[in-house]
């Protein structure tokens, strides 16, 4: 399974921006299975949990420091994940990755060693 994230780019703060997560592969079965997660990691920092959704859309999660502003959504036609990314903050700054496995399950959505397969990443980067 691959992965390919996009969206990504230079904005002000109090913008908004909106990334992709599409999923491709001879390995690829049906997307409805697999949950996806963004993760960011900031220089120096540590990947940290963002948003995540499950396979049939029913269930999503985020981080209390993006709650209200960031929205994750998928189109299982497409093979693709967004999140919708506004009110955006300097400190939202960071490279975002996303990732996808068939086997998480509701309790653990928010780690990043439940997901297998992961993108390359996209930078967001938010001016004060």
């Known amino acids: 399974v691959q992965l390919q994230a996009s969206g990504g780019g230079l904005v002000q703060a109090g913008g908004s921006l909106r990334l992709s997560c599409v999923a491709s592969?001879?390995?690829?079965?049906?997307?409805?299975?697999?949950?996806v997660g963004w993760f960011r990691q900031a220089p120096g920092k540590e990947r940290e949990f963002v948003a995540a959704i499950r396979g049939n859309g029913g269930s999503t999660a985020s981080a209390d420091s993006v709650k209200g502003r960031f929205t994750i959504s998928r189109d299982n036609a497409k093979n693709t994940v967004y999140l919708q990314m506004s009110s955006l903050k300097p400190e939202d700054t960071a490279v975002y990755y996303c990732a996808a496995d068939e086997n998480v399950i509701l309790s653990t959505m928010r780690r990043s060693s439940s997901y297998d397969y992961w993108g390359q990443g996209t930078q967001v980067t938010v001016s004060s």
């Open positions: 592969g001879r390995t690829l079965r049906n997307f409805r299975i697999y949950t």
